[in-house]
């Protein structure tokens, strides 16, 4: 079994997190979801419904991170202690998952210096200006590059999350965890109807 290690951190958008843990919630058989902050304890998201956190260091099966967005990423990217224990975590998991400005977070690490990436389209020149290293699409729901998986906006995380279950565990698995959630599922990663 893997586990989901998500990241969050105050102001987070609530549903780029909770969006890909209920398609990951769906195969309980293959995956494990904790919930992490720098400090633990509770963090506030978008739609102020507080969520209990793990200490970030207490991560002991680094398999899959998910970094969610959200306005707290204006605050957190000049946060250099989380940007250090992202960086060390996304170089020991297996795969590493953005949704929306999650990927100006990990674009701060330097780990997607020269990888292709996406982000939301609403905030696209501050989080293209967090490091212009990264080789920026602006037109994909979500961008694969070896191991990191970065999504558009907010409901894109549900679309990446799929596309991530589709490539990992098959496609069928996808489209039925689709339509489990009544949810109609873009397959189309490098479409952005927002971009």
Not at 14 to 32: C, H, I, Q, W
């Amino acid at each position: 079994m893997k586990v989901v290690n998500i990241v969050l951190f105050d102001n987070f958008t609530a549903l780029d997190a909770f969006g890909p843990a209920e398609v990951f919630s769906r195969f309980k058989e293959n995956f494990e979801i904790r919930y992490f902050s720098l400090n633990g304890g509770f963090v506030s998201s978008s739609i102020s419904c507080p969520c209990l956190t793990e200490k970030l260091q207490e991560t002991s099966q680094s398999d899959i991170l998910l970094i969610p967005g959200g306005f707290g990423t204006r605050i957190e990217v000049a946060n250099e202690l989380l940007i250090t224990k992202i960086r060390s975590l996304a170089e020991k998991s297996e795969f590493v998952l953005c949704v929306c400005t999650g990927s100006a977070l990990l674009a701060k690490t330097g780990l997607l210096d020269g990888k292709k990436a996406t982000s939301n389209k609403l905030a696209w020149n501050w989080v293209v200006e967090q490091n212009k290293k990264v080789d920026w699409i602006r037109q994909a729901r979500w961008v694969v590059d070896g191991k990191y998986y970065t999504s558009s906006g907010i409901t894109a995380g549900i679309d990446m999350s799929l596309g991530f279950i589709s490539d990992t565990i098959g496609y069928e698995q996808a489209q039925k965890a689709s339509r489990s959630l009544e949810y109609l599922w873009n397959t189309n990663k490098d479409f952005d109807l927002f971009s």
